[in-house]
Nanobody
């Protein structure tokens, strides 16, 4: 299983970017597919995840109202539309997928996700 993330780049404060993450390889069950980010010197933190079959999104408080997560089941792809970007959003963004065993209370825990993409850098200039 491979997760390929793309769409990062340099944007000014207030700008927008849309990240994509396509899953390929053998088929597998998943309950959640989402995004995490890691800024220099910081731990990896939860950004957003989507319940794959129910199409139900969940967000970190820091991005709620600015970011939108969505998925295309036919393309096996998850997206993260990022609006009103701030310098504090600067980080490497990683997509991740579980294998269907995550309980609801663990959906924000990176340890619940077995598959990870390579990361895509988002830089927001002030």
């Amino acid at each position: 299983v491979q997760l390929q993330a793309s769409g990062g780049g340099l944007v000014q404060t207030g700008g927008s970017l849309k990240l994509s993450c396509a899953a390929s390889g053998r088929s597998f069950s998943r309950r959640f597919m989402g995004w995490f980010r890691q800024a220099p010197g910081s731990e990896r933190e939860f950004v957003a995840t989507i319940e794959w079959n129910a199409n139900r999104p969940y967000y970190a408080d820091s991005v709620k109202g600015r970011f939108i997560i969505s998925r295309d089941k036919a393309k096996n792809t998850v997206y993260l539309e990022m609006n009103s970007l701030k310098p504090e959003d600067t980080a490497i963004y990683y997509c991740a997928s579980d294998t269907g065993r995550t309980i609801m209370s663990e959906k924000r825990n990176p340890r619940a996700y077995e598959y990870w993409g390579q990361g895509t850098l988002v830089t927001v200039s002030s």
